[in-house]
């Protein structure tokens, strides 16, 4: 069982930036794992934000957010990051990290599909006030 925590959310006003973390209890399922981040807003379907291979660290967003939004993990792997530029009202969710063993199957097609992802974090709450 892999557990995943995250941290860093929190309220802001809308053009600031966060940077949201997620710890992972086991080093060695997550070094091979594609990592990735998710949000729901209420009311909605969960949406793939980015995603970034094991080894290389490849990473994958979705089309529309990619330019204020960048994934990245450290050296040890155990720690995955999303930092969050320029954030708008709409970015307002509940973020959650998630591990898929394996690489990230399709590339950023990976993110269409939380279903493959077998472990994820409880989520950490973005509010983004205009």
């Known amino acids: 069982q892999v557990q995943l925590v995250e941290s860093g959310g929190g309220s802001v006003q809308a053009g600031g930036s966060l940077r949201l973390s997620c710890v992972a209890s086991?080093?060695?399922?997550?070094?091979?794992?594609?990592m990735g981040w998710f949000r729901q807003a209420p009311g909605k379907e969960r949406e793939g934000v980015a995603a970034?291979?094991?080894?290389?660290?490849?990473?994958y967003y979705a089309t529309s957010l990619k330019d204020r939004f960048t994934i990245s993990r450290d050296n040890d792997k155990t720690t995955l990051y999303l930092q969050i530029d320029n954030l708008k009202p709409e970015d307002t969710a509940t973020y959650y990290c998630?591990?898929?063993?394996?690489?990230?199957?399709?590339?950023?097609?990976?993110?269409?599909?939380?279903?493959?992802?077998?472990?994820w974090g409880q989520g950490t709450q973005v509010t983004v006030s205009s």
């Open positions: 998630a591990a898929l063993w394996g690489y990230c199957t399709g590339g950023d097609a990976a993110l269409s599909r939380p279903d493959m992802f077998a472990y």
């Open positions: 970034i291979s094991p080894g290389a660290g490849i990473p």
């Open positions: 086991d080093y060695s399922y997550v070094e091979n794992s594609c």
